[in-house]
């Protein structure tokens, strides 16, 4: 079965840092394009960082540009978001996804029907930014 798991979300204070991770099970996430969304109450879907295929080259929504960094550990078979200086607007449900057919696949800022490129997804872990 293949399964991503995503973990290390929580409450911080603006200006902290969090990192998140996502573990695949059944399939290499070496292999695959892995992106990072979040989903903010009332708003669009937003991807913010993606890492490539076979790939150390990254991506980021302007909106994270410069606090947030993706990457990927192939022994733990986990990509990982590190997000430093986190803001109120970061506040938000964080799914990860991997798109595993050939080619440079990512998605980042909002775009409707992003989420369709990337056919496994995670269940979620909540980042809640708050004083």
């Known amino acids: 079965q293949l399964q991503l798991v995503e973990s290390g979300g929580g409450a911080v204070q603006p200006g902290g840092p969090l990192t998140l991770a996502c573990l695949a099970f059944?399939?290499?996430?070496?292999?695959?394009?892995v992106n990072w969304f979040r989903q903010a109450p009332g708003k669009e879907s937003e991807g913010v960082a993606c890492i490539y295929s076979n790939d150390t080259n990254t991506n980021y929504a302007d909106s994270v540009k410069g606090r947030f960094t993706v990457s990927r550990d192939i022994i733990k078979n986990t990509v990982f978001l590190q997000m430093n200086n986190l803001k109120f607007e970061d506040t938000g449900v964080y799914y990860c996804?991997?798109?595993?057919?050939?080619?440079?696949?990512?998605?980042?800022?909002?775009?409707?029907?992003?989420?369709?490129?990337?056919?496994?997804w995670g269940q979620g872990t909540q980042v809640t930014v708050s004083s």
């Open positions: 996804a991997a798109a595993r057919r050939r080619g440079k696949i990512c998605s980042t800022g909002v775009v409707v029907g992003a989420g369709k490129l990337f056919e496994i």
């Open positions: 059944g399939f290499d996430l070496a292999d695959a394009n």
